[in-house]
């Protein structure tokens, strides 16, 4: 939930914000949708649950509190992955401004195919899944994506072309590279 910042200190009481959790959760249906080949992930984190739901007040308070803007679970998925996924644009800002004090973060020598701007995940099968600006490219129309997901996920009437739009401006912004290729040999432009 989009929870206050008062909230939230008093949910984790003698929790870390790091914690992860152990069992396989599905963190995202709209990342499912636009990588079929994600399924429950390992060692999410509060942050993971946050940034793809779009929560910007969680999302916030969680990184003062020291959240690893960064964090992966166990194939590699990020908060910034799933927020570009879900079309939060805000999210993604924050998470980046966060990912910016950190010297590990985006340091594809350190961390191949796992973190940053230009990360990917690894799906069951260890193929390379897609990067945060292929995720943001994959938002479709409201129309499109009801037709798809009617039986699956449960989306509201939104305005996807707007969060398409600014969800992509912010990663380019940023500098995510539109030629990286990841899912399928894809890039950005094949979404």
């Not at 509190?65 to 996924?85: E, I, K, M």
């Not at 799906?123 to 390379?128: A, I, K, R, T, V």
């Not at 398409?164 to 899912?183: E, P």
């Amino acid at each position: 939930a989009d929870a206050s910042d008062a909230t939230l200190a008093e949910l984790l009481k003698g929790l870390s914000v790091n914690q992860s959790q152990w069992s396989r959760r599905r963190v995202s249906e709209a990342f499912s949708c636009v990588w079929p080949a994600f399924r429950a992930e390992a060692d999410c984190r509060a942050l993971h649950c946050a940034a793809a739901t779009g929560s910007n007040n969680a999302v916030a308070s969680l990184l003062r509190r020291g959240a690893f803007s960064d964090s992966c679970t166990r194939r590699g998925v990020t908060p910034l992955l799933l927020a570009a996924a879900g079309g939060h644009a805000d999210v993604i800002a924050l998470l980046l401004e966060a990912g910016r004090e950190d010297p590990a973060f985006d340091n594809d020598i350190l961390f191949p195919n796992s973190r940053g701007l230009d990360g990917t995940p690894f799906g069951p099968d260890d193929q390379p899944g897609p990067t945060p600006l292929y995720a943001a490219a994959r938002l479709r129309m409201t129309e499109d994506m009801n037709y798809q997901l009617r039986d699956r996920c449960q989306w509201e009437a939104r305005d996807e072309a707007a969060k398409k739009a600014a969800t992509v401006d912010a990663l380019l912004a940023a500098g995510a590279d539109v030629n990286r290729r990841s899912y399928r040999q894809r890039t950005a432009l094949h979404a």
